[in-house]
T-cell receptor
C-alpha cells in the first residue's frame, strides 16, 4: 500500500532556530499534502494544505511566516518552523492522498506519515 | 478546525467487554473514517464508511453512520488490552470529481483504556 514518510522522526532544537520537516510520498504522487499538529492528549489540528507548485493554504490562526511550507515536487512537501519557541513543541503529522490508479481521481484513503516530534528548548 | 465531538472523552473497561464511542460532526460529508493512535505514535486507519452506508463491519469493529443526525459510532467487541489507545473520527468532505484538495477533519477523540 501507499506509504508516507517523515523525516526527522524526532528533533530537539534551541529556541530561535529553524527546523525543517520533510514529508514524502514513497510510491505515489501527491499534488496535495496536508500538515497537522497535535498537542499532548489532544486531537489533530489541520494547519495547512500544501499544493505542488503553488502557495500553501493556511488554516485560520496559523502564521504562514512562522510555518513555511514548500511543495516542490509531487512526492515531497516540507514544513519549516522558523524561529522556533517552546510553545511550538508539538507532534507534526503530514498526510497525502493518492491520485488514484490510472486517473486524476484521488482515492478516498488518506495516508499519514508517522509524525515528527519537535521539542524546542 | 475541528469537525465535532467524540463521546465519551475517556472510557475505561475490562478485557472482554465491548467499547462504544460516538462521534458527531457538523457539515455534509462524503465519508467518515475512524483512526486509532497509540500514545505518542502515528495514526492507524481502522475503517471508512461512506455517506450512503449505514453500517460497516471489520473484524471486531462495527461502525454506524446516521447522516440525518450527523453522527457515527464505533463499537469494539470483546476488547483486549492491546486496544488501549486514542480513537478519532475524521470526516472527509471530498466531493465527487474534485481533486485531492480536501483534508480530513478530526474530532477530539476518545481515550480507551482496557484493563486485563
Amino acid at each position: 500500500g501507499a506509504v508516507v514518510s517523515q523525516h526527522p522522526s524526532r528533533v530537539i532544537c534551541k529556541s530561535g532556530t529553524s527546523v525543517k520537516i520533510e514529508c514524502r510520498s514513497l510510491d505515489f504522487q501527491a499534488t496535495t499534502m496536508f500538515w497537522y499538529r497535535q498537542f499532548p492528549k489532544k486531537s489533530l489540528m489541520l494547519m495547512a494544505t500544501s499544493n505542488e507548485g503553488s502557495k500553501a493554504t493556511y488554516e485560520q490562526g496559523v502564521e504562514k511566516d512562522k510555518f513555511l511550507i514548500n511543495h516542490a515536487s509531487l512526492t515531497l512537501s516540507t514544513l519549516t518552523v522558523t524561529s522556533a519557541h517552546p510553545e511550538d513543541s508539538s507532534f507534526y503529522i503530514c498526510s497525502a492522498r493518492d491520485l488514484g490508479p490510472g486517473s486524476k481521481m484521488p482515492s478516498e484513503t488518506q495516508y499519514f506519515g508517522p509524525g515528527t516530534r519537535l521539542l524546542v528548548l | 478546525s475541528q469537525q465535532g465531538e467524540e463521546d465519551p472523552q475517556a472510557l475505561s473497561i475490562q478485557e472482554g467487554e465491548n467499547a462504544t464511542m460516538n462521534c458527531s460532526y457538523k457539515t455534509s460529508i462524503n465519508n467518515l473514517q475512524w483512526y486509532r493512535q497509540n500514545s505518542g505514535r502515528g495514526l492507524v486507519h481502522l475503517i471508512l464508511i461512506r455517506s450512503n452506508e449505514r453500517e460497516k463491519h471489520s473484524g471486531r469493529l462495527r461502525v454506524t453512520l446516521d447522516t440525518s443526525k450527523k453522527s457515527s459510532s464505533l463499537l469494539i467487541t470483546a476488547s483486549r488490552a492491546a486496544d488501549t489507545a486514542s480513537y478519532f473520527c475524521a470526516t472527509d468532505g471530498l466531493p465527487y470529481a474534485n481533486q485531492a484538495g480536501t483534508a480530513l477533519i478530526f474530532g477530539k477523540g476518545t481515550t480507551l483504556s482496557v484493563s486485563s
